[in-house]
């Protein structure tokens, strides 16, 4: 199953960008959902999750800048990133993982910090 993905771009440093991904609604009984990254040449990198019970994540580099929320009703989640750095150059994964330990992924969107 695969889970949608936008707001990815061109941005320069200290701008922002609002990433979604929706997740269809055949998947059921989720447990979380969240973001990870990949840069060129890097390994991927958890950047932010949401638990079902509210409770999130976030990865030492971006804690105060980026926000993750959920919306339950739309099988949504959000990546807010604000006073981006291009550090945070990466092609961004959202995915979902189930009560039943299935984890299903995005295509990828494309982020891009430059002036």
């Known amino acids: 199953v695969q889970l949608q993905a936008s707001g990815g771009g061109l941005v320069q440093p200290g701008g922002s960008l609002r990433l979604s991904c929706a997740a269809p609604?055949?998947?059921?009984?989720?447990?979380?959902m969240g973001w990870y990254r990949q840069a060129p040449g890097k390994l991927r990198e958890l950047v932010a999750s949401?638990?079902?019970?509210?409770?999130?994540n976030y990865a030492d580099s971006v804690k105060g800048r980026f926000t993750i929320a959920r919306d339950v009703a739309k099988n949504t989640v959000y990546l807010q990133m604000n006073n981006l750095k291009p550090e945070d150059t990466a092609v961004y994964y959202c995915?979902?993982?189930?009560?039943?330990?299935?984890?299903?992924w995005g295509q990828g969107t494309l982020v891009t910090v430059s002036s």
């Open positions: 995915y979902v993982l189930t009560r039943s330990l299935v984890i299903s």
């Open positions: 609604g055949s998947i059921i009984s989720i447990l979380t």
């Open positions: 949401v638990g079902s019970g509210g409770s999130t």
